[in-house]
């Protein structure tokens, strides 16, 4: 699957998904969270990540990927 990292559809999806990573950052920063809410966070930042590297990293190096 080719991916075209200069249609206006992908800039929109990269721009909300670094906005949103960053937030999720912010909230694992300032919460009191338990330990498996900030698992979850970083389940979901590692999720944007993955779909951010899409274009340019096959599938399964984004499935055995670092996680956050």
Same mark, same amino acid.
Request: no cysteine; charged share 25%; proline share 3%.
């Given at each position: 699957?080719?991916?075209?990292?200069?249609? +206006?559809?992908?800039?929109?999806?990269?721009?909300? +998904?670094?906005?949103?990573?960053?937030?999720?950052?912010?909230?694992?920063?300032? +919460?009191?969270?338990?330990?498996?809410?900030?698992?979850?966070?970083?389940?979901?930042?590692?999720?944007?990540?993955?779909?951010?590297?899409?274009?340019?990293?096959?599938?399964?190096?984004? +499935?055995?990927?670092?996680?956050?």
């Amino acid at each position: 699957m080719d991916i075209d990292t200069k249609s +206006a559809t992908w800039l929109e999806i990269t721009e909300w +998904a670094d906005k949103e990573i960053k937030a999720l950052h912010l909230l694992l920063e300032v +919460a009191r969270l338990s330990h498996e809410d900030t698992q979850f966070i970083r389940g979901e930042v590692s999720s944007l990540k993955a779909l951010l590297a899409m274009p340019t990293v096959s599938p399964l190096h984004i +499935a055995s990927g670092n996680y956050e």
